[in-house]
């Protein structure tokens, strides 16, 4: 069974501001030498910064793109005073993905969720994710392969080996957004699946949020 708990707009910082119009300038660097991803990540980068932005002021920013070398830099023009340094704060925070195994109840919990329960930390974080695909299913409805290096699929494997029966949690910034309930030895263990996702438009969103996170560092320019 899997579950999308939350839309990936749950990692927008919602602030209101008053002010004067301000510039956000973010240098870009990419985890990444592969010059399709890269192209990939760039696009991903504008609609995460137009997304955070909007959620900011309720309004789409003008965004502008310089080619630096292995440098992007990207500008952000905001209609607010404050909303530049919030924008940049929000883009440099790391993304803290988390796979995370039920808790036993003998042990204490790293996280809990009232809902559905406490997790412990496993090794695997962003640092071992390949790519996150999203698609579209029968229905209309969204899909997300998330996919993991050899080091993470070799770490997820014996983790549903060693764990069926109990529900794995994938967390984001802190928040659970989604739960994986291992069956057993028809699971596929070296990716994750999400399915259910009420619509393609949520799922590229997380695509996007999590793909960025991964592979983009944000460096606020003064």
Aim: net charge negative; aromatic share 6%; proline share 3%.
């Amino acid at each position: 069974m899997k579950r999308l708990l939350l839309a990936s707009t749950a990692f927008i910082l919602l602030i209101g501001c008053q002010g004067q119009a301000s510039t956000a300038t973010l240098d870009l660097t990419f985890k990444t030498d592969d010059e399709i991803q890269r192209s990939l990540l760039l696009t991903a980068s504008e609609r995460v910064i137009e997304r955070m932005a909007f959620g900011l002021e309720e309004s789409v920013p003008d965004i502008n793109v310089e080619h630096n070398g292995d440098t992007e830099r990207i500008t952000v023009i905001m209609s607010q005073e404050e909303s530049a340094a919030i924008l940049q704060e929000n883009l440099a925070r790391p993304i803290g993905f988390q796979v995370m195994i039920e808790a036993e109840e003998d042990e204490t919990p790293d996280i809990s969720n009232e809902q559905y329960g406490s997790f412990m930390y496993t090794d695997i974080t962003e640092e071992h994710i390949d790519w996150v695909q999203a698609d579209t299913v029968e229905g209309g409805q969204g899909i997300l392969n998330i996919t993991f290096d050899e080091s993470g699929q070799e770490m997820l494997t014996q983790l549903f080996a060693d764990n069926i029966g109990k529900r794995i949690g994938l967390f984001v910034r802190g928040g659970l957004v989604s739960t994986y309930i291992i069956e057993g030895s028809d699971d596929d263990r070296k990716n994750i699946i999400i399915t259910g996702i009420p619509s393609p438009e949520l799922a590229n969103i997380f695509a996007d949020d999590v793909n960025v996170g991964t592979y983009v560092t944000f460096t606020p320019i003064p």
